[in-house]
């Protein structure tokens, strides 16, 4: 009974505090976002042009066989929003880069194939 309490009551000051306050929550659940895009790997687009986007835009990159990904790393959920906004802007401005995908992960959600950003990032 004394569970069951404590949950009921966890359950109410946390949905409480989303109501509230919703960015804070997710910063608290989030602390680090990954935006991950993935382009099209074309025989045409010189790999320096792909360096003067990431550096101008502030992103990483990694060449693997069948595409390019791109990646930045946010320390926190505050302002992701308007930043992603702004790149998936700038890549549809540039018809040469092909983006296959563009998302945004947790880092407790990071797909496996892209756990090469998280040792990028700490170096």
């Known amino acids: 009974m004394k569970l069951f309490c404590t949950v009921f009551f966890l ?3 946390i949905r409480a505090a989303a109501q509230q306050d919703h960015g804070s929550l997710s910063t608290l659940l989030y602390p680090e976002v990954y935006l991950v895009i ?3 790997k074309k025989q045409e687009l010189p790999l320096v042009e792909v360096m ?3 550096e101008e835009l502030e ?3 990694i060449e693997n066989e069948e595409k390019l ?7 926190t959920a505050i302002g992701v929003e308007k930043h992603s ?3 998936q802007e700038a890549l549809i401005e540039n018809p040469k880069l092909n ?3 563009f998302k945004m ?5 990071l797909p496996a194939r892209y756990h090469a950003i998280v040792s990028l990032k700490t170096l």
């Open 11 to 13: 359950f109410f000051t």
């Open 38 to 40: 993935d382009l099209e």
């Open 52 to 54: 003067a986007f990431c």
């Open 59 to 61: 992103l990483g990159w």
């Open 69 to 75: 990904v791109l990646f930045k790393v946010f320390p």
């Open 85 to 87: 906004l702004d790149i």
């Open 99 to 101: 983006p296959l995908s």
């Open 105 to 109: 992960y947790g880092r407790e959600y």
